[in-house]
């Protein structure tokens, strides 16, 4: 088992910043992906970036530019930072940590965060 707590959400005004914390515990292993999704009221949850085990960085076009995706594995804690937030950003955040082990992947949800854009 894998927990998840995620941290950093908050609410911003257009144009701040916020930084969002996913730290893991458990039985982790080496080969994983980690993602940030959100879903704001009556709209689907969707992929924002996700980063690989070796780095690798995938973001949403919405995003690009603005958001960075990082992680810190001698802490086992992956960041989403986020910049030139808009209102349109304004969802709960969800860290999804998906690893491996001998070809079989299995995937964890965070309780999600509060990310609120408005002035």
């Known amino acids: 088992q894998v927990q998840l707590v995620e941290s950093g959400g908050g609410l911003v005004q257009p144009g701040g910043s916020l930084r969002l914390s996913c730290a893991a515990s458990g039985s982790l292993f080496s080969i994983n992906i980690v993602g940030w999704y959100r879903q704001a009221p009556g709209n689907q949850r969707d992929l924002v970036a996700s980063i690989t085990s070796g780095g690798s960085t995938n973001y949403a076009d919405s995003v690009k530019g603005r958001f960075t995706i990082s992680r810190d594995n001698a802490k086992n804690t992956v960041y989403l930072q986020m910049n030139s937030l808009k209102p349109e950003d304004t969802a709960v955040y969800y860290c999804?940590?998906?690893?491996?082990?001998?070809?079989?992947?299995?995937?964890?949800w965070g309780q999600g965060t509060q990310v609120t854009v408005s002035s």
């Open positions: 999804h940590w998906n690893q491996a082990l001998s070809g079989r992947w299995w995937g964890y």
